[in-house]
């Protein structure tokens, strides 16, 4: 018999990366995923393609037009793709048996959901930098390439709000009995996100007045407004456009505005992922 | 090699494992038997590590709690059926499986070969047959050459071909010096792969003995559908009937319950009247 040497029972970093390698593999060949890369990287060309003929006469304006639809785009679908891959990410592999399978090999909870996450969070970055990619492509030839950094620092920003979204679809799966109770829970969460929250806020303030601070907060406190404004503030460099929140936040915030909204997005990253964590350990079954 | 003692599991308000207390020796084997839902593959869990449990379950002196890695290290793993990873190539599944393990990929080749997989290596999981998917799990378990094997269910979702060809390989396991513990509801099955079984129901232990012994002592009793020669059925129920057979007449032959450990006997009542069996199927 081979002599077998006891492993530590603390974290591996190798058993990590082996579980999110393989994560990544079993992503990119995932329907999900494809159908979701398609849809974003199709209609970024499209929205691109669109904005971008007048490109010679108004190149800023042009310029802006394809970030903010590319924004409105990623709010809408980057969304949706980390909650419905981070709801399957365990409740599908539990259902089948997978899950068991692979925690019956000499890896603990930790090392399996750290590498579902990486594996995951890395599958997201080549979807997003294949719809950004080919934005930047399609727009660089055209005399925009100074705005690149523009560009690429809006791409980090919706791999963030992906990683965000994949952290709530984990929770989401860890808390689910069945892979379609989770996917129904994270198509639920995306309305709330991406519909809902927006439309409550605006709601909130038309029927209550509420004050401009609390709005802009109530704003901030969803992942997808964090993302918008980060981004619209990235490109334009004002969010005078959002109106008296717009204008409160940059006169409150000033140069702390960028990094207070990615840190809300960097909370809705780790917050969840770390409940989902407590979850996925305390279970008690398989 | 593998010690429980007063094991309890509950699901929130349900029991599923009652001071359930079991010792393995190395090199035995060992069937956990019972009817579905009667707490096989929670005690598999638990040897694994897998679940939070009462009581203690040690391998080779470890705490399968506080060390899962270690005691998970020193055992192969088979599931009722790999068909989990449909989209990946059989070597690609063995290949994850020795990663995780930290082994060099040429065990791979030699494990293909030992379970004569080699010819499907580069098939996807999905195109394998029931027994092949069956072999691919025994293929992962053995990688490691792991002194102890666990095979949850190993033939319940094969044909009787397959399953027989699964019972003798795991025959050829059981005979390599390792420790085999083996859960199952097929009597026969366990009387050919196990040195002792531990009959389970309700997550308690309600016996351990033989494979010879379990039916006897449980009055286990099977149902067998005999064709007799034409237009002998009905001599066949009353003779069977003359010696204490519940027996009556089914639409295609002679339905009879027997003790499930001899069912040969009402066999020898038909041959000894000079009746003709053509045949005989086992219905439980």
Redesign the interface.
Known sequence: ??E??????RPQL??IT??AR?QLR?TL?GRWFWMWTAAFVGLAVLLVVVALPNIDTARSAAFGRTSASLVTLVQVIVPLMGLTLGALAIAA?RE???L?????????RTEVFAGTFLGLAAGLGVSIAGGFGIAGLLTAPRGVASQAAVLLWIALLAWLLAMAMLSVGMAISTFAHTSGSALGMAVFSWLVFVFLGDLGVMATWVATRLPVGLLFAAAVVNPVEAFRLASLTAFSGSLDMLGPAGTFAIDSLGAALTPALAASLGAWVVVPLAVAWWRFGER??? | MIRIENLTKR?RSRTVLRDLSLDIAQGESVALWGPNGAGKTTVV?CI?G???YDGTVEVNG?DAR?????V????G?V??E????A?MAVIDVLD??A?????PRE?VDEVLEIIDLEDHAHKKVRELSGGLKQRLGIA?ALL????ILLLDEPTSSLDAASRDKAVRLIEELRHDGRTLIVTSHHLEEVGMLVDRVVALEDGAMIAECSPLELAERLGLRAWLHVITAPGSADEAVRVLTAHGFDAHLNSHGVLVEVPAQSKGDAMAVLLAAGLTIEDIEVWR
């Not at chain 1, 077998?4 to 029972?9: A, D, G, H, K, Y």
């Not at chain 1, 068991?100 to 603990?108: E, R």
């Not at chain 2, 790999?82 to 990873?85: A, G, I, P, T, V």
């Open positions: 018999m081979i077998v040497r006891l492993p530590e029972e190798l058993s082996t579980v393989q079993a060949r592999p089948s048996g997978a068991q399978f692979l925690l019956s090999h000499p890896v603990n008690s079954d398989v | 699901y869990r694994l897998l679940v939070a470890l506080r060390r899962g890695k270690a998970r290290s020193l055992i793993y599931p009722q790999l068909s989990f990873y989209d994850y499986s990663e995780l393990r930290r082994l065990r992962a490691p050459d792991p002194p």
